[in-house]
C-alpha cells in the first residue's frame, strides 16, 4: 500500500484565494510528516514537519498544516496565494512502524497561481 | 556556508557507460540518501546510509552502486545496468533525529 498519497497531481488558485493541497498517509502509527517545495531545476526546501505536540504546524512562507489523525490526513493551506508560491510541492512521511529510516514521498502536486 | 553540493549539474551519456554522481556535506549529518526523480512519480529512495561503512537498499536499487567511505560524501553510480537511467537525481543528508532530509540542488543525467 502507498505511504502517502497527494489528491490532485495539478492545483490552480487566482492570486489571493484559499490554497489547498491534501495528503492522506497509511501507518499503523501516527508517522513524521513533512511538505517540501520545489522550484524548478532545484532540490526541495522543506516548509514544514510534524513530529508530535500541536497538530497545527506552521511553516515558512505562510504555510500551515494539521495533522489529523482521525482522517489521516496533513493538507498543506496557505490563506492567500500569491504568484511565488507557484512550484511543485511534495508530501513526505517517515513511518514509525517500520524500521526503514527514510522519508516515502508522494507524487506531488505541482500549484500554478493565476493573476 | 553549510550544504549539500552534487556535482556535475547536467550529465550526458552514452549508453553503455557508467557514470558516478558527485555528493558532499558539510553538515555534520550522520544519514545520507539518494532519490531519483521522474516527472509525475515523486521521489524513489534508490540508496541510503546511516552511517559511514554502512548502506541500505532503497525502492529502486537496481543498476546503480554506491560507497560511504567518509562521512561527507556518498557517491552515486549509475551502472550499464540501469535500463531507464535519464532522470533528476537528488542527494539528501539528515541530522536523523526527526528525520528531515536537506537536499542538495540535484543532478540532471541524460543518456543519448
Known amino acids: 500500500a502507498q505511504s502517502v498519497t497527494q489528491l490532485g497531481s495539478h492545483v490552480s488558485v487566482s492570486e489571493g484565494a484559499l490554497v489547498l493541497l491534501r495528503c492522506n498517509y497509511s501507518?499503523?502509527?501516527?508517522?513524521?510528516l513533512f511538505w517540501y517545495v520545489q522550484y524548478p531545476n532545484q532540490g526541495l526546501q522543506l516548509l514544514l514537519k510534524?513530529?508530535?505536540?500541536?497538530?497545527l504546524v506552521k511553516g515558512i512562507n505562510g504555510f500551515e498544516a494539521e495533522f489529523k489523525k482521525s482522517e489521516t490526513s496533513f493538507h498543506l493551506t496557505k490563506p492567500s496565494a500569491h504568484m511565488s508560491d507557484a512550484a511543485e510541492y511534495f508530501c513526505?512521511?517517515?513511518?514509525?512502524?517500520?524500521?526503514?529510516?527514510?522519508?516515502?514521498f508522494g507524487s506531488g502536486t505541482r500549484l500554478q497561481v493565476q493573476p | 556556508d553549510g550544504g549539500i553540493t552534487q556535482s556535475p549539474k547536467y550529465l550526458f551519456r552514452k549508453e553503455g557507460q557508467n557514470v558516478t554522481l558527485s555528493c558532499e556535506q558539510n553538515?555534520?549529518?550522520?544519514?545520507m540518501y539518494w532519490y531519483r526523480q521522474d516527472p509525475g512519480q515523486g521521489l524513489r529512495l534508490i540508496y541510503y546510509s546511516q552511517i559511514v561503512n554502512d548502506f541500505q537498499k532503497g525502492d529502486i536499487a537496481e543498476g546503480y552502486s554506491v560507497s560511504r567511505e567518509k562521512k561527507e560524501s556518498f557517491p552515486l553510480t549509475v551502472t550499464s545496468a540501469q535500463k531507464n537511467p535519464t532522470a533528476f537525481y537528488l542527494c539528501?543528508?539528515?541530522?536523523?533525529?526527526?528525520?528531515?532530509?536537506?537536499f542538495g540542488e540535484g543532478s540532471r543525467l541524460t543518456v543519448l
Open positions: 501507518s499503523s502509527v501516527p508517522p513524521y
Open positions: 510534524y513530529t508530535t505536540g500541536a497538530t
Open positions: 553538515l555534520n549529518h550522520d544519514a
Open positions: 513526505a512521511v517517515r513511518r514509525m512502524d517500520t524500521g526503514r529510516r527514510a522519508l516515502t
Open positions: 539528501a543528508s539528515s541530522p536523523g533525529s526527526t528525520g528531515e532530509l536537506f
